[in-house]
């Protein structure tokens, strides 16, 4: 029997990652792993997608400008933006090297971007996230941190439960363009939630899609949507054991 810390979608949000890993005593007042959590009783999982703010205002915060004065056709403001989040994503990297084997983080389709530049994700509002697209104003992600990126796991299967970004299929973990022009990696717990069953798993933990009114549980017990850091501050906490899942929604204060 252990536990699992299940963080969803970041999104340059790191004040809040840091803020859910200090709440689930996951990380000390210093930013260092716990000992439940280095003894191997915890296990966190972060779901994906550390880049690419997702709101004009959490963009100006990197960017260290005035709310709606950030311009992502700016590569002043784009090197801001990039150099804020690499310092960031060391911080979480050093962090997740200490934790050893009891953490892990996921690739997101954001971070695959980041890494291989090309694809051009754009918001309902149009705005476009460049930071580290080279090629539209944007810097290169270091190249250290491209190899970190490149290395993540795309799932985690423990005991019958599948952690992975977008959802239970193997076309959800292949984020080329197929990806992102499908609809169905952002429908599919709506339409398709057998989906998780059909591929063998007893339960699923995914991010990728916005849940606006916090953490979906689905009510047949199959799954958790958990991409509710930024909007509700919300995170995962599970009892993996011989039974069911044990599940319990937990909100930043």
Not at 34 to 49: F, Q, S
Not at 58 to 64: C, P, S
Not at 92 to 110: F, K
Not at 182 to 203: A, C, I, N, S, Y
Request: proline share 7%; charged share 25%.
């Amino acid at each position: 029997m252990r536990k699992y810390v299940c963080i969803g979608d970041v999104h340059g949000r790191f004040d809040l990652l840091w803020a859910a890993l200090r709440a689930s005593f996951c990380a000390d007042s210093e930013g260092r792993p716990t000992a439940p959590l280095k003894e191997g009783r915890y296990h966190l999982v972060l779901i994906g997608d550390l880049v690419h703010p997702k709101s004009r205002e959490d963009y100006a915060r990197l960017a260290a400008v005035e709310p709606g004065e950030f311009d992502h056709r700016n590569p002043e403001h784009l090197a801001a933006v990039a150099g804020r989040t690499v310092a960031e994503i060391r911080r979480v990297r050093s962090y997740l090297e200490e934790c050893g084997d009891s953490a892990t983080i996921l690739l997101g389709n954001h971070d695959w971007v980041a890494v291989e530049p090309g694809q051009v994700l754009e918001m309902s509002d149009g705005l476009e996230h460049l930071e580290f697209d080279p090629a539209r104003g944007g810097v290169a992600l270091p190249d250290d941190l491209k190899e970190w990126f490149r290395g993540m796991p795309r799932e985690l299967v423990v005991d019958g439960v599948q952690f992975s970004h977008a959802g239970p299929t193997p076309p959800m973990r292949e984020f080329d363009m197929f990806f992102h022009a499908d609809d169905e990696p952002r429908t599919w717990w709506r339409k398709k939630p057998h989906l998780v069953e059909d591929v063998g798993h007893r339960f699923g933990v995914y991010g990728h899609t916005v849940m606006p009114d916090g953490i979906y549980l689905d009510p047949q017990g199959r799954f958790a949507m958990v991409d509710a850091l930024r909007g509700q501050g919300q995170y995962l906490e599970m009892i993996v054991g011989d039974g069911d899942p044990q599940l319990r929604v937990l909100a930043l204060g």
